[in-house]
């Protein structure tokens, strides 16, 4: 029988005082949010540049934090609902169908305090529907998702027929965009509180973690203990939440609710997360890069009407962004698994 003798463990020596780690420039420049940020600064040059320094106009600059608001809080709630490797696509319509909701019950003279929790709840209950067709269902979040976009849809159409509501108090204006914190107006303070607050959800609290696991593999999260099905539901009921928020905010910028409101909106929110590198089939992504793809989006929908160029450019835009960010984002996993 050979002896084998066990060796000391090795020792960790701690570094020199003069030892400084090296920064790795490459990874930092090809990080996602390094290429948003140089995005960003290129589309600010030409599109000032192009309008004559129009962009830089302060009645712009609030009108573009706004809407850059109005998409980041529903992008925040959506980048929950990807991580774990669900998607809804019904958003732009639950936004019109929270708007129909509250705008009848402003015209109906209830008071902006009984109201506006209102948007919230109905929010909630919206997202706990898809929540419950794509888990309890087993429907496909695409699927089930498409689903209720159509029915909400027509939910608009039932509740407002052909008319267009008006009755929106101007206090929502006041309070959403004439309104300033500093520089910001009180939109865009809100969407850094619930993105912030989201950031340090996902990197901090146990069940932020869990999201990352789910999204990596269900079926290994649940054997490890992880409530995957409460998890999931409750990201869609989150998601509800923030669409409610940002149709309050979008009526303090455009103060009129007609059936078509919302349309098109999912696009939007959509494209700011997977531009932002969330991954749709889950697992991977941050709330840093949403803020900086929501702000690339309201930045290409803000140059389009500095251009004066046709509206129905900015869905093709984003569409094409929206596979760009899906492409890069599967070489880059195709080339990790290569290495």
Known sequence: MSIHTLSAPAVSRPPPLNYHPRLDWREIVLRRETMLIVVLATVVVAVSIVSHGGFWNRVNIDSFLVSSAITAVPAAGMTLVILNGGIDVSIGSMLGLISATGGLMFAAGWSAA???????????????????????????????????????????????????????????????????????????????????????FLRYHREGRRLYAIGNNDEAARLVGIPVRRLRWATYMVLGVCVGLGALMQLGQTPIVQTTSGTGFELNVIAAVVLGGTELSGGRGGMLGTVLGTLVVALINDAIVLMHIQPFWSGVVLGFVILVAIGVNESRRAGKAMS
């Not at 159409?157 to 204006?173: E, K, R, Y």
Request: no cysteine; net charge positive.
């Open 114 to 200: 009984l109201v506006v929790p209102v948007f919230l709840l109905t929010g909630l209950a919206l997202g706990w529907i898809n929540g419950l067709l794509v888990l309890a269902g087993r429907i496909p979040p695409v699927v089930a998702t498409l689903g209720t976009l159509s029915v909400f849809r027509m939910g608009v159409f039932l509740m407002m027929g052909s008319s267009w509501i008006t009755a929106i108090p101007p206090g929502l204006t006041r309070f959403f965009v004439s309104t300033h914190v500093g520089p910001l107006p009180v939109a865009s303070v809100l969407a850094l509180a619930v993105t912030g607050a989201m950031a340090v």
